[in-house]
Antibody
Framework: DVQLVESGGGLVQPGGSLRLSCVAS????????MNWVRQAPGKGLEWVSY????????YYADSVRGRFSIARDNARNSVHLQMSTLRVDDTAVYYC??????????????WGDGTLVTVSS | SYVLTQPPSVSVAPGTTARMSCGGN??????VHWYQQKPGQAPVLVIY???NRPSGIPERFSGSSSRDTATLTINRVEAGDEADYYC???????????FGGGTRLSVL
């Protein structure tokens, strides 16, 4: 099956760090651009970060720039999001999303089920 | 930064037509994508590049775009269409993906 599976979410205190991982199966991650998108409880979708298939360039939402870092390991068919200096408003379900699949370069055609990050004391 | 504006909610009766707007400055010059998200599920692409339907999406779903507004239209609405719908564009000036705030479609 073609799918993305996220892991690494959990409960963390404000100011803490967490590393999210996303592993692809059924296709080669190295052929695609990848994104992280988050959704706070009861809220809408918020794009977080992007990484080109080659690993560069990378882009970040203003709300996370300087605190989050995206990276990929094409050999392990995975992409990661290192999150530091976490704040309460980073609480959300984080989705790993494939870009540039079946329907063109700019489409988010495959989403993982998401991993919940809760930032609370 | 670029902003996409969607009405928070749209309510229609079964069998009628639902139209959901997505407003943005000169959005007609951008490629607009639409996603459907049902409760507890990940979003699903329903319209890409303004007007195109992915395989498996019913013909009842269509999209259009003009100067400052993109529109997702669902004909012959069914109860199963109840969901949140999000529009999305790439903002070249900031190199950011941008989502609209989402529209909740209720089928009365």
């Amino acid at each position: 099956d073609v799918q993305l599976v996220e892991s690494g979410g959990g409960l963390v205190q404000p100011g803490g760090s967490l590393r999210l991982s996303c592993v692809a199966s059924g296709f080669s991650l190295s052929d695609y651009e990848m994104n992280w998108v988050r959704q706070a409880p009861g809220k809408g979708l918020e794009w977080v970060s992007y990484i080109r298939s080659s690993g560069s360039p990378v882009y970040y939402a203003d709300s996370v720039r300087g605190r989050f870092s995206i990276a990929r390991d094409n050999a392990r068919n995975s992409v990661h999001l290192q999150m530091s200096t976490l704040r309460v408003d980073d609480t959300a379900v984080y989705y790993c999303v494939r870009e540039g699949g079946t329907y063109g370069n700019d489409t988010f055609d495959l989403w993982g089920d998401g991993t919940l990050v809760t930032v609370s004391s | 930064s670029y902003v996409l504006t969607q009405p928070p909610s749209v309510s229609v009766a079964p069998g009628t037509t639902a139209r959901m707007s997505c407003g943005g400055n000169n959005i007609g010059s951008k490629a607009v994508h639409w996603y459907q998200q049902k409760p507890g599920q990940a979003p699903v692409l329903v319209i890409y590049y303004d007007t195109n339907r992915p395989s498996g999406i019913p013909e009842r779903f269509s999209g259009s775009s003009s100067r400052d507004t993109a529109t997702l239209t669902i004909n012959r609405v069914e109860a199963g269409d109840e969901a949140d719908y999000y529009c999305q564009v790439w903002d070249y000036s900031t190199e950011h993906w941008v989502f609209g705030g989402g529209t909740r479609l209720s089928v009365l």
